[in-house]
């Protein structure tokens, strides 16, 4: 593997905010969604495991990623030998599986987890919401709110989906025929885009 410091373009001082930022804009750039029917689907999607990887090798250990040092640390491997693990390592695979739509695997990893803290409420909503099940959704991102009030990417994506899932009921709402099943049906593909843009991809490009 290569360096994962190079891979996510920061330097070895960096701090685990640092390397999110990093990470999250390199893997919304390369994100498959944005390269599906193109001739470049297949580099893309290297780049985007190459990404995680790094991301997930950087993001195991507490405070900033250059105490923590780089062990060599490869990516996600699958639910197998996560019963019971924690930590932002653990996390960070989760949302790779997310990433990849592998949402079993992510939510067998979270269900093993111990720690139940902000992020484990905020993945968890966001594999339900991924399953068209907004409402279970949203109520464990209010809840990841609650415990961490202060974290802007729980707070951006719960007013995001809030207001844009009620920007398309409002706007069924004044439609004729059958306006539940119109309005149903745009909240569904808002909220999956939402998901899929605070989890680094773009189901919408115009949204």
Same mark, same amino acid.
């Given at each position: 593997m290569k360096d994962p410091y190079e891979v996510l373009g920061v330097p070895k001082t960096a701090t685990q905010d640092e390397i999110k930022t990093a990470y999250r804009k390199l893997?919304? /750039?390369?994100?498959p969604d944005r390269y599906v029917g193109n001739p470049l689907a297949d580099l893309a999607a290297e780049k985007f495991k190459e990404i995680n990887e790094a991301y997930?090798?950087?993001?195991?250990?507490? !405070?900033? +990623?250059? $105490?923590? !040092?780089y062990s060599g640390a490869t !990516? +996600?491997?699958g639910a197998s030998g996560a019963s019971g693990a924690? !930590?932002?390592g653990t996390f960070a695979q989760v949302r790779n599986l997310i990433n990849f $739509? /592998?949402? +079993? @695997? +992510? @939510?067998?990893?979270? &269900? $093993? #987890? #111990? %720690? *139940?803290?902000?992020e484990w409420f905020y993945l968890k909503g966001m594999i339900f919401i991924r399953r068209g099940w907004h409402e279970q959704g949203l109520n464990f991102i209010r809840q990841a709110v609650n415990m961490e009030p202060s974290n #802007? @990417?729980? *707070?951006?994506?719960? #007013?995001m989906? %809030? *207001?844009q899932t009620q920007q398309y009921r409002t706007t069924g709402a004044g439609m004729a025929g059958n306006t539940d099943t119109m309005c149903n049906c745009c909240s569904n593909?808002?909220?999956? &885009?939402?998901?899929c843009e605070c989890m680094g991809g773009d189901l919408i490009s115009c949204c």
């Open positions: 893997a919304k /750039q390369y994100h997930d090798a950087l993001s195991g250990g507490a !405070g900033s +990623a250059g $105490n923590a !040092g !990516g +996600a491997s924690t !930590g932002a $739509n /592998q949402l +079993a @695997e +992510a @939510e067998q990893i979270l &269900d $093993n #987890s #111990s %720690d *139940r803290g902000a #802007s @990417e729980y *707070r951006h994506t719960l #007013s989906l %809030d *207001r593909l808002i909220c999956l &885009d939402c998901c």
